[in-house]
């Protein structure tokens, strides 16, 4: 059984991880609307993993016999001014939610629940992985510049994931 000091933090990345999922559909809503649909492909398979992230907390709290508590999820924003741009607050937001999980296994750690520490560590290793793959996309914006000819390559290339 959570305790309920654990079970209010889980329920708030619950909410947290479906702001990254709502965060990242307004970004490729801004890629779509700039023509940028490789862009716009990348950031909506990313919407899709923070929601899987989301509903594998859900269903741990359940699973250990917790309430779900959903709160509202804040809106967005919905401009910004380049590719670059996009991609300097992905990665900051998944260094955010870094912090983020590592409290979260800290809370575990700190209420010696053992499940929820192990649980938590497939999260601590997903985002070594969420902050390489974003990190990974600015730094090609940044080695080929901000530019229109040269991100039409790169939208090509980030519309291949699947």
Do not use: C
């Not at 708030?12 to 991880?17: D, G, I, L």
């Not at 859900?58 to 380049?82: F, M, V």
């Amino acid at each position: 059984m959570l305790s309920k000091t654990m079970e209010e933090a889980l329920n708030r990345q619950v909410n947290r991880e479906f702001y990254s999922a709502y965060l990242y559909l307004a970004m490729s809503a801004y890629f779509e609307s700039a023509g940028m649909k490789g862009f716009a492909q990348w950031m909506r398979i990313q919407s899709k993993e923070e929601r899987m992230h989301g509903e594998k907390i859900y269903d741990y709290i359940l699973a250990r016999g917790g309430k779900i508590a959903l709160g509202d999820i804040e809106a967005p924003r919905a401009k910004w001014t380049s590719a670059g741009k996009v991609f300097e607050e992905v990665v900051s937001h998944e260094q955010k939610v870094t912090g983020m999980i590592h409290a979260l296994v800290d809370l575990a750690i700190r209420e010696k629940d053992h499940a929820s520490f192990e649980m938590l560590q497939w999260f601590v290793k997903e985002q070594v992985e969420e902050e390489a793959s974003a990190g990974d996309v600015l730094n090609q914006i940044n080695v080929l510049g901000d530019v229109v000819g040269h991100l039409f390559w790169l939208d090509h290339e980030l519309g291949k994931r699947e």
